[in-house]
């Protein structure tokens, strides 16, 4: 007997001790006990999503698959697993890590192989089969020296706070300060006030002063282009007012069309852009007040940036590819050039944002790879600072002390302080978040947390103050429109016509889903309790008298 209990503690012995410790776990309990992180578990849903699956491989362009295919390189990719629980040898001995990291080295492969089939559409080798790595996703934080500065956005014309005078509101941010917006309704919802079909097309926002509306339209090749003038308790259109003909610029992308730029008020001129024909003003019976075309257009997918109001000058800037970038200031009353600076060519629709630092305006604007801070009085150069990608249409949200930047495709968020002299690139880059930049939509600033949407869908929440990521989801649609907030609720319309309503913080919380019959790709106009949307075929007006 002795001789046999020896012999079995022998065979006990030889046992790994993780096998009898418990029983072995199901994937399902593996994948709790290792859990994938936000990003890789968004990308072990989307290789088995058909909708995911024939947007790559029908609808995205080579430039969308050269940074999507860059999202593999998660932070919980395999290589990480395997240092952070103790090298290959270790991992492979123990079955549930085995399995844990094999998932890993499953969806990598599954999702590259997605790829390919995407880079097959233009008969491309993909870059990662020629060898090239992307950069592994995870936020770097920097210790800066530069000052923290007190900072507010300067609003275009004194009253501007009551109502939505520009992109994005009073101050181009996305904030409402309103908490009694509707939050159900759809196409027959008794939330809907009224709705008037807008001839022609536009990707254009609404904006709102006293009980008049503007915004603008276009035909479909360009050749008439329109501000309308509604009247904001009922939707009657009051005038409309052609812009002087002029042939339309070149290689404009039929998503984009010829009326992508929001308009900007005071209160009493209202100052449009309309591409080739220029920068126009109109008092608010619709005179011409004067027109600016000095200008030249011709830049990839046509079009986009809105004007500013600073003080007395109308300042526009527009980087092109294949022309001189445009960067101006005009007198808003006569529209006489007061000052004209160069900027590199590059390919940016972004919207500059003017900001009291200190004791001091600053203009700040993301494009061409850098963020820049100039002088609005002359425009003369400021400080300068690498970091976005070398395509910008976000515009850049401005916090208590730090400004931020979100760019793609899939490109890096950034935070930065502003202020200094010169390339202040080591010196004032707070943190830098490698990728899930939305490509169009701008990011939306709310207690302490920084919220973007990319145009594939995917939602994100950061730490502002550190760029960790809080939470990460996909809704399956696509957006070009930037959110708001109200109330402590966000409002993310889409292209589909659906506008989805999640409840602010620390996790993914869907509170409603809105849908209309034609999509949206404009950002939504605010003023008291009614939310105004402009979709494909008209604007919507909606009240909160309807149902909450």
């Known amino acids: 007997m002795k001789r046999l209990d020896c012999t079995m503690r022998l065979v006990i012995l030889a046992v790994p001790a993780a096998l009898l410790a418990c029983p072995l776990l199901t994937a399902d309990e593996i994948d709790k006990k290792y859990p994938l992180d936000a990003q890789l578990r968004v990308l072990a849903d989307d290789v088995k999503s058909t909708s995911y699956r ?21 932070a919980d990719n395999p290589e990480s697993f395997l ?13 549930d890590l085995k399995h844990a990291y094999e998932r890993r080295v499953e969806i990598r492969k599954e999702f590259l192989d997605l ?17 090239e790595k992307a950069e592994v996703a995870g936020t770097s934080v920097k210790k800066v020296a530069a000052p923290r500065i007190p900072l507010r956005v300067v609003l275009p014309a004194s009253g501007a706070e009551q109502q939505w005078p520009r992109f994005r509101g009073p101050t181009g941010q996305g904030l409402t300060g309103q908490k009694d917006l509707p939050i159900h309704w759809d196409k027959s919802s008794g939330a809907i006030v009224w709705r008037t079909k807008i001839p022609g097309r536009g990707n ?76 126009l003003c109109h008092d608010f019976e619709g005179k011409l007040l004067w027109q600016y ?13 809105s004007p500013l109001l600073y003080k007395d000058k109308v300042i526009f800037i527009h980087d092109q590819n294949r022309a001189e970038s445009v960067f101006l200031a005009l007198d808003k009353r006569t529209g006489n050039l007061l000052w004209k600076r160069a900027r590199s060519r590059a390919m940016t629709w972004s919207t500059p944002v003017a900001v009291h630092v200190g004791d001091h305006d600053e203009l700040v604007f993301a494009g061409g790879e850098t963020v820049k801070g100039y002088d609005p009085e002359t425009g003369s150069e400021l400080w300068s600072l690498n970091g976005p990608t070398a395509e910008v249409v976000p515009t850049v949200v401005i916090g208590k002390d730090m400004i931020y930047s979100a760019s793609g495709r899939n490109g890096p968020t950034i935070a930065l302080r502003p202020g200094g002299k010169g390339d202040v690139t080591l010196t004032h880059l707070v943190w830098r978040a490698v990728r899930g930049g939305p490509h169009v939509p701008s990011p939306l600033l709310l207690e302490g947390r920084l919220y973007t949407v990319n145009d594939t869908g995917i939602l994100s929440c950061l730490n502002a103050a550190t760029g960790q990521l809080i939470w990460q989801e996909r809704i399956n649609d696509r957006f070009s429109a930037s959110p708001i907030e109200a109330g402590g609720l966000l409002y993310f319309a889409a292209e589909s016509g659906v506008t989805y309503v999640l409840r602010a913080g620390d996790k993914f919380d869907m509170v409603a889903k809105n849908e209309l019959d034609a999509g949206i790709l404009a950002s939504p106009a605010v ?17 909160s008298g309807g149902v909450r």
Request: with cysteine.
């Open 115 to 131: 790829m390919r089939e995407g880079y097959k559409r233009y008969k491309q080798v993909p870059p990662f089969d020629r060898g």
């Open 293 to 305: 075309d000095a200008l030249t257009f011709n830049t990839t997918h046509g079009t986009g940036s």
């Open 204 to 279: 254009s926002s609404p904006i709102v002063w006293g009980e008049r509306i503007f915004l603008t339209s276009a035909t479909a090749d360009g050749s008439e282009r329109s501000l309308y003038c509604l009247n904001k308790t009922d939707g009657r259109v009051l005038w409309e007012r052609k812009a002087p003909a002029k042939p339309p610029e070149n290689g404009v992308r039929e998503k984009n069309g010829y009326a992508s730029a929001t308009p900007v008020t005071d209160g009493e001129h209202v100052l449009v852009f309309f591409g080739s024909c220029g920068l």
């Open 527 to 543: 003023v008291g309790n009614q939310l105004f949307l402009r979709t494909q075929e008209e604007l919507l007006c909606l009240s």
């Open 54 to 74: 024939k947007l790559v491989t029908e609808k995205m362009l080579s430039t969308d698959l050269a940074a999507e295919w860059q999202r593999v390189e998660t």
């Open 83 to 95: 240092q952070k629980h103790g090298g290959k040898q270790k991992v492979l001995a123990d079955p």
